[in-house]
């Protein structure tokens, strides 16, 4: 299948998920979508049915509050059953609101504390090249989570250690959770902040999959350095309602009414819709 429509199928689950959970972050879940299903679909190096072995890529997502985004791609390529991802932020339940490594052992870290996440993603990388490893480590990082003074202290480290097995992607969706960046603390010249600290920076349009393929390709040659993707996306993609208002962060319920406009917008018939709400 084109792996656009699978990446409208997983954001219809995402939203499903949501919707049934009465909580989460569904502006941030849908612009992150595209980037972590190639990531799994097309780049990464692992076993869906063994993903504890030692020689695999890494995923961390640090943006940890749009685990429903993993979550949901993980259930596209197999690693978890789809029929699990309605126990979304259920009480015993493993898919938690937030990425829980002691709950479900296939998410690398546990995250929810912005800027803890891309801590550990740099301890993996290094890690890897000490034990002569030769995987790679990709990590997802909210705009808004680039506030965070401990994101720069690992930066500085990342590219001190020539962490060329690393690379950050920045979900730049220009929003975070009360307003615009630029409104809360601004992050531009965002390209020229990497690039101080010894990363070498790729900008691209993190919606469209010739893009995303090209600049995970071209990490992959870069030598002496990490590299971090600064992927202009949407927040709330293929909803128009949710597509540039920061009042879709999070955390909301989405009504029978708003999950029902999202998912006729991202293709999904009525006879669908109404499956998803009583399921």
Known sequence: ????????????NSLKMIFHAESGHPGGVLSSIDIILFLFMKE????????????????????????????AVAAEVGIIEKSRLNGLRKLDHELQGHTHRGAT???EASTGSLGQGFSFAIGEAKGLKMQNIDNRVYVMLG??????????EGAMF??????????AVIDYNKMQSDDLNENIMGLEPLSDKWKAFNWHVIEIDGH????????????????????????????????SYMEGSPAWHGSLKLSTEDLTLALLELG????????????
């Open 1 to 12: 299948m084109d792996i656009k429509k699978i990446a409208r199928m997983v954001s219809i």
């Open 44 to 71: 990464m190096k692992y076993d869906s049915k063994d993903f504890l072995i030692k020689e695999r890529d890494r995923f961390i997502l640090s943006k940890g509050h749009c685990a429903p985004a993993l979550y």
């Open 105 to 107: 052992p296939w998410v």
């Open 143 to 152: 705009d808004g989570e680039l506030q965070e003074g401990e994101v720069w």
């Open 158 to 167: 990342a590219g001190h250690h020539h962490l060329e097995n690393l690379c």
């Open 208 to 239: 469209n999959f010739d893009e995303i393929g090209k600049a995970f390709d071209k990490a992959t040659t870069i030598r002496n350095k990490p590299t971090v993707i600064i992927a202009h996306t949407i927040k709330g993609k293929g909803v």
């Open 268 to 279: 999904a018939t009525e006879e669908e819709i109404n499956g998803y709400i009583n399921e």
